[in-house]
């Protein structure tokens, strides 16, 4: 079978689909299947074992380059997988009628609103609201969504809001993000002495965006004495964050540490003592899963479909989004009782054993097949 992965972010970026693309790519890969990748990057990709076609992502015509990507590839192929670039990807492959698979991550729409300072409010209630552009918006996506043959969603919250915007309900499935498979890792007090991390130690690993909130841990880390954060991650908010470290008197309590790779991510929440996800709105992060994974708890705002994966006071601690206080609150209780740590910590690993990259990515392959034979 021959597919093109499309995904609007690849290594070194840091994100899900960044996660997830080139892991299914390997997979399928690796299976026997021809690949071919089509990306945005702010620079040539590294080599890969398949083709990985990109566009420039400084280029004011980045998005008519990349739908001509896939239209170009999509001509070869048996079936196209996208993980974001939606609209593109329905574009580009309706061009030469080959079958699109998506994997919906988010609602763009919304997302978009609120990075452009259109929107403040929460992803529910934005699904009533909004002006011309934003019902543009809309109605492009789900135009592109009622092309797919199939629509995966990683958690159940956003298979509820998709199936809001018309979706035939049995083109829509769950398939939780997979954890990623762990090789042997030193142990822990070796990884934390290479990363020279010391102490009680929080990582928070992402995009530094406004879905992220990152602004409002620095808030709750001020009000945790003597607990220091590693940041793993880049994004547009990175300079005004690094300015509110030093507004707050955090300076040798917070590390920036830029984009790293994935096996870098999964080191640091193997040697930190919980993982922290402060975010505004969410679906079902990929990091949520890599830090279980690894026997690292979690300490999150319950939001979208992060409950349904952490469990309150069985695998890490979730708090209500936007509040600083309550969010130091939990920090400071997760560090002061060590029978509650070793609690979470037991627990965490065994929580997403079912979530095996193998499972999941073949369940997208035999839809992937199931495509190219209609």
């Known amino acids: 079978m021959r597919v093109v992965v499309v995904s609007g972010i690849w290594p070194p970026d840091p994100g899900g689909p960044a996660s997830h693309a080139p892991a299914l790519a390997d997979f399928l890969s690796d299976r026997g299947h021809r690949i071919e990748v089509v990306t945005t990057a702010g620079a040539e990709p590294e080599p890969r074992p398949y083709p990985v076609s ?44 080959r079958p699109l698979v998506v994997k919906l991550v988010s609602d ?51 298979r509820d809001v998709a199936l809001r915007w018309g979706l035939d309900p049995a083109r829509l499935s769950v398939l939780p993000n997979p954890a990623p498979t762990i090789q042997q890792m030193p142990p822990r007090e070796e990884v934390r002495r290479e990363l020279e991390l010391d102490g009680n130690v929080l990582v928070f690993a992402g995009r530094l965006g406004p879905q992220k909130a990152v602004n409002v ?9 003597g607990v220091t954060l590693a940041i793993a991650g880049d994004g547009p908010e990175r300079g005004a964050l690094e300015r509110r ?12 540490l830029g984009s790293v790779p994935r096996e870098t991510v999964l080191q640091l929440f193997r040697a930190a003592d919980a993982s922290v996800l402060p975010s505004a709105w969410e679906n079902f992060p990929h990091t949520v899963v890599e830090a279980l994974a690894v026997g690292c708890p979690v300490i999150a705002t319950a939001v979208g479909g992060v409950p349904e994966v952490v469990r309150d006071g069985e695998n890490g601690l979730l708090v209500v989004p936007n509040d ?13 009782d060590a ?27 035999a839809e992937l097949a199931k495509a190219a034979s209609r």
């Not at 609690?343 to 392959?365: K, P, W």
Request: hydrophobic share 45%; proline share 1%.
């Open 245 to 256: 470290v030093a507004e707050l008197g955090l300076d040798g309590r917070v590390r920036f």
């Open 324 to 336: 600083a206080a309550g969010l130091a609150a939990a920090i400071r209780r997760f560090f002061s």
């Open 54 to 97: 990109w566009a420039a992502r400084s280029s004011p015509f980045r998005h008519v380059r990349a739908t001509a990507l896939v239209r170009r590839a999509a001509r070869h192929a048996d079936a196209v997988y996208a993980t974001s670039m939606i609209r593109r990807a329905a574009i580009g492959s309706g061009f030469v009628w």
């Open 217 to 225: 841990l620095l808030e709750a880390l001020a009000e945790s004495d």
């Open 108 to 158: 763009e729409a919304f997302e978009r609103a609120v990075r452009s300072g259109r929107y403040k409010g929460t992803l529910d209630e934005f699904q009533a609201t909004g002006g011309v552009r934003t019902r543009f918006l809309r109605a492009t996506r789900t135009w592109a969504l009622r092309r797919a043959a199939h629509v995966f969603c990683p958690s159940s919250y956003l």
């Open 339 to 365: 029978e509650l740590r070793e609690r979470l910590r037991a627990a965490a690993a065994g929580s997403v054993a079912g979530y095996s990259e193998q499972a999941v990515f073949e369940t997208i392959e």
